[in-house]
């Protein structure tokens, strides 16, 4: 559940834009402010069906732009050739040709 949330955060980040001031109402409010479906219904005043139903789509229209713009998952690809690129930096015998075939990897990001 938690490995869930956290995607569904990332993925908030990055298409919250696309969303719609209601969506994203309920996204902020679920997610981030950790409220339950009862107390966005509430002050909503709606059923907490509909505030579910609404987070459902919501959630699969964010994982619909991720798999059309894959901007989270680049994310975590350069996050990982950074990491890399630091590994080697502190390595005391570093080729020039291991420090350029990483930056050439985060370029293929792009």
């Known amino acids: 559940m938690l490995e869930k949330t956290t995607r569904i955060n990332y993925l908030y980040d990055f298409y ?11 996204m ?29 789509r919501t959630e699969a229209m964010l994982e619909e732009y991720e798999a059309k713009l894959l901007l989270f998952q680049k994310f975590q690809e350069r996050t990982k050739w950074i990491s890399d690129m630091k590994e080697l930096v502190e390595k005391e015998h570093v080729s020039k040709e291991e420090l350029l075939s990483v930056v050439t990897e985060l370029e293929k990001l792009d």
């Open 28 to 56: 902020s409010l679920y997610y981030l402010d950790d409220y339950s479906l009862g107390e966005i219904a509430d002050e909503y005043e709606v059923s907490r069906q509909a505030v579910y139903d609404n987070i459902k």
């Open 16 to 26: 919250q834009s696309l969303l719609t001031e209601k969506q994203q109402s309920y």
